[in-house]
T-cell receptor, first 111, second 114 residues
Framework: KNEVEQSPQNLTAQEGEFITINCSYS?????LHWLQQHPGGGIVSLFM???GKKKHGRLIATINIQEKHSSLHITASHPRDSAVYIC?????????????FGEGTQLTVNP | DVKVTQSSRYLVKRTGEKVFLECVQD?????MFWYRQDPGLGLRLIYF???????EKGDIPEGYSVSREKKERFSLILESASTNQTSMYLC?????????????FGSGTRLTVV
């Protein structure tokens, strides 16, 4: 079983829909990251969370440390939101610590 | 904003060639990472470096080596490329941010070994 599980693996939505992507993890973490990868490959860091909720434009990320669960929400989705969204966790914040990644959620938003 | 630059977006190399993938960051970050990304396997750590001339093996170091002679540059070397090294390679750097580490990724190099 992966330490980081994302759902769904694939998601298709119509423009304007509210979208939720979920991430569950099985270990204690120091931080959780939401990443976005567009076709062509480059990865952009969207959020870094250790507790609570963060908002940036139409994107909202929440984390529940007790339940080991995070969600990424996209409000008023748009075709340009089509991308792979990846959840990753940091198990510690020392120089030797590293990220553990989920397998990603492929989001397609149709016009 | 921090920029992480990978020298090539696409590369095609022959089996047995020595391949260098270059990554440069412009913000004096100490920690740098090389990942490969494959369908169904996600991102896997090959090597990382937490300072100049320092390196540590990640989860899949076999067939790879790295070089970090200057803080801004972290090179991934495929000593003798093989077809199973065809993949997307991503470089990242990180820096402390309010007690946590923030990551910046490059745009990736899609390597095909024929």
């Amino acid at each position: 079983k992966n330490e980081v599980e994302q759902s769904p693996q694939n998601l298709t939505a119509q423009e304007g829909e509210f979208i939720t992507i979920n991430c569950s993890y099985s270990v204690g973490i120091s931080a959780l990251h939401w990443l976005q990868q567009h076709p062509g490959g480059g990865i952009v860091s969207l959020f870094m969370l250790s507790s609570g909720k963060k908002k940036h434009g139409r994107l909202i990320a929440t984390i529940n440390i007790q339940e080991k669960h995070s969600s990424l929400h996209i409000t008023a989705s748009h075709p340009r939101d089509s991308a792979v969204y990846i959840c990753a966790v940091s198990l510690g914040e020392t120089s030797g610590s590293r990220l553990t990644f989920g397998e990603g959620t492929q989001l397609t938003v149709n016009p | 904003d921090v920029k992480v630059t990978q020298s090539s977006r696409y590369l095609v190399k022959r089996t047995g060639e020595k391949v260098f993938l270059e990554c440069v960051q412009d913000m004096d970050h100490e920690n740098m990472f090389w990942y490969r990304q494959d369908p169904g396997l996600g991102l896997r750590l090959i090597y990382f470096s937490y300072d100049v001339k320092m390196k540590e093996k990640g989860d899949i170091p076999e067939g790879y080596s790295v070089s970090r002679e200057k803080k801004e540059r972290f090179s991934l070397i495929l000593e003798s490329a093989s077809t199973n090294q065809t993949s997307m390679y991503l470089c990242a750097s990180r820096t402390p941010h309010r007690g946590l580490y923030g990551y910046t990724f490059g745009s990736g190099t899609r390597l095909t070994v024929v």
